[in-house]
């Protein structure tokens, strides 16, 4: 068989660039190792019980004006989504009280005064300094941008408005997180607020999350609100695989491409575990920097001092899961999305202490059985120390009771309550999402390093998804298929 473009692994990433891709007109394939699309933001279907495998917190899925990359490819792609809006975002559980989330920003900063009101009002500062970094970001479409010197003439001929909006806001964009925080913030519990919500976003706390992503974070929710697409994330992996296919582009399950083949310092081609060979000219990898470089490629198509370089990057931990379908009956007034801290005295990221929590089926009925609700709750988990052997079974037990205690904060019956149990491990995602110790990508700080960009040392060799530039998240990861797809299709 032969392409012109081979794209390795469906994920958010991946899937965007080959739709782009095929949309553009090239003769695309995307080779996916799971009987499931979608990589880390795959849903799976168990005893009627629809799961989400990862994200389940999305911004802008509809709208004509929507920012959200995702959204802008599916709109490409001549696909939609359906979606249901809610309000509060959700709810944060912390030793000192519950208060909820809203997307409006005054009204969360109502309930952060019935906590602190000196904190409410340096949380305004905090806003009112990051807020012109969003409104001049909002005017450049994610849909523009390229990873080439072709970027520069087509911001100025189509974006010079709001590329000269940014150029106040130039200092921002290398900025932390942390060093808005300092500048603006001096109270402790809005301080541990702020890691918080940096780390729900990036994996990092403040310090070590970009200003620009968090920018960008405030200003859709509080303008497009938050969204819960029907049919779980699976809905928006189906919706790009349909918009892929729709313009002629394959997508193979089950096809686990064993090597990236190179001749000449160029790719060629893949070939796959069943000895099967496809040739392409062009071949993005959406696998992680770590399994493109030590996996996917013979150790001799690289520079030594590169391949090293990369494989130095540290990776965020993993994640221990719990999915469960549980009984609905009295659970009239449950909300979806919740966060809790269980010790203020501990760091957030200490594994286990912070948890969150999604119950999708009070926006998606049809997610679970009649009368039950379908429930994700994850926390960090190290991918040291963790073998399948004897011991296994009990430690993963032992790990997912730290999320019961969090879950019994919002459901005080749940284990009472529950019908059908899965907990993942690290191992989990490593086995089945292919992920370098089940991690959600690199571990870079604002200040202390880059996310690499698309290119590697091998001509005809790109990167997308969580662990290139823009970073983590779905509107990341979109967002670098979105820039590779540009590159390599032409003006």
């Known amino acids: ?106 009204l969360y900063r109502k309930e952060v005064a019935k906590i602190t009101p000196k904190g409410a009002r ?81 994996g990092l706390k403040a310090h070590g999350t970009i200003a620009p992503e968090v920018a960008f974070m405030l200003g859709e929710r509080s303008r497009a609100g938050v969204e819960y697409p029907v049919g779980g994330s699976g809905a928006i ?102 966060v809790v801290l269980h010790d203020a005295g501990k760091d957030i990221t200490v594994p286990g202490n912070t948890c969150m929590i999604s119950t999708p089926s009070v926006w998606d009925a049809s997610l679970a059985i009649e009368g039950h609700h379908v429930v994700h709750a994850y926390t960090l988990e190290p991918f040291a120390g963790w073998v399948r052997d004897d011991k296994y079974e009990g430690k993963k037990r032992e790990k997912a009771q730290s999320l019961y205690r969090a879950l019994e904060k919002v459901i005080p019956d749940v284990r009472e309550r529950v019908v059908v149990e899965f907990i993942g491990t690290p191992l989990t995602h490593a086995h089945y999402l292919r992920r370098y110790q089940g991690t959600y990508g690199p571990s870079i700080a604002a200040g202390k390093g880059m996310f690499p960009g698309m290119y590697t040392p091998i001509k005809g060799l790109y990167r997308v998804g969580d662990s290139t530039m823009p970073g983590i998240g779905v509107p990341a990861v979109a967002a670098s298929g979105i820039i590779c797809a540009n590159t390599l299709a032409g003006r």
């Open 1 to 106: 068989m032969s392409f012109d473009i081979i794209v390795i692994g469906s994920g958010i990433g991946g899937l965007c660039a080959a739709g782009l891709l095929a949309r553009y007109g090239k003769k695309v394939i995307v080779c996916e190792s799971h009987s499931i699309a979608g990589g880390a933001a795959h849903s799976f279907r168990r005893r009627g019980f629809e799961f989400d495998s990862g994200p389940s917190f999305y911004c802008g899925l509809t709208g004509s004006e929507s920012l959200n990359p995702v959204k802008q490819v599916l709109d490409v792609l001549g696909e939609s989504l359906e979606a249901v809006r809610y309000d509060p975002l959700g709810h944060y559980h912390f030793p000192e009280g519950t208060f909820a989330v809203y997307s409006n920003a005054e």
């Open 122 to 202: 340096e949380l305004e500062a905090f806003e009112r300094r990051l807020l012109p970094l969003y409104d001049a970001m909002k005017g450049i479409p994610t849909l523009a941008l390229r990873a080439d010197w072709q970027l520069l003439p087509v911001l100025i001929g189509g974006y010079l408005p709001s590329l000269l909006k940014m150029l106040p806001n130039l200092p921002l964009v290398q900025s932390s997180m942390g060093d808005v925080m300092d500048a603006t913030i001096t109270d402790p519990w809005v301080r541990r607020l702020i890691d918080l919500e940096c780390f729900l976003l990036s």
């Open 237 to 338: 992996v189906k919706a790009l695989v349909k918009g892929l296919e729709r313009w002629g582009g394959e997508l193979l399950l089950g096809c686990h491409v064993e090597q990236i083949l190179v001749e000449s310092g160029q790719a060629v081609g893949v070939r796959t575990r069943n000895g099967e060979v496809i040739k392409a000219p062009v071949v993005i990898s959406n696998a992680t920097l770590w399994d493109t470089y030590t996996k996917l490629l013979r150790l001799e198509y690289l520079p030594e001092n590169y391949r090293q370089a990369a494989l130095g990057t540290s990776p965020i931990e993993s994640f221990m899961h719990l999915h469960l379908g549980i009984r609905g009956d009295g659970l009239e007034n449950l909300t979806g999305h919740h």
